[in-house]
């Protein structure tokens, strides 16, 4: 079984930053990409990052593109989410996630099968 347990949210001004974590448990963590994904009041959850199983490549939204980072520590288990110039627009709780295969990549949501709970990330004007 995995566990993701995402750390690091919280209540920032306009163009401030953050740093999400997500560590996970279980010995597999460094053969399966992983995801960064928000879900705002009113919306559907919907991709905002992912990095595959070496970190070589990654992916963003093109709403995020230019202000966040995604990076991932195999030898900790932990990956990223480097958020730079945040806007109000951001404020979701962002959730991290497994990529359902190993080896592969994709920006699905319903590509990804273990989540964690969720951070709280707020923007305010």
């Known amino acids: 079984q995995v566990q993701l347990v995402e750390s690091g949210g919280g209540l920032v001004q306009a163009g401030g930053s953050l740093r999400l974590s997500c560590a996970a448990s279980?010995?597999?963590?460094?053969?399966?990409?992983m995801g960064w994904f928000r879900q705002a009041p009113g919306k559907e959850r919907e991709f905002v990052a992912c990095?595959?199983?070496?970190?070589?490549?990654?992916f963003y939204a093109d709403s995020v593109k230019g202000r966040f980072t995604i990076s991932r520590d195999n030898a900790k288990n932990t990956v990223y989410l480097q958020m730079n110039s945040l806007k109000p627009e951001d404020t979701a709780v962002y959730y991290c996630a497994r990529y359902q295969s190993p080896l592969g990549i994709a920006t699905g949501v319903n590509e990804y099968d273990y989540w964690g709970q969720g951070t709280q990330v707020t923007v305010s004007s």
């Open positions: 279980g010995r597999t963590f460094s053969s399966y990409a």
């Open positions: 990095i595959s199983w070496s970190g070589i490549s990654t």
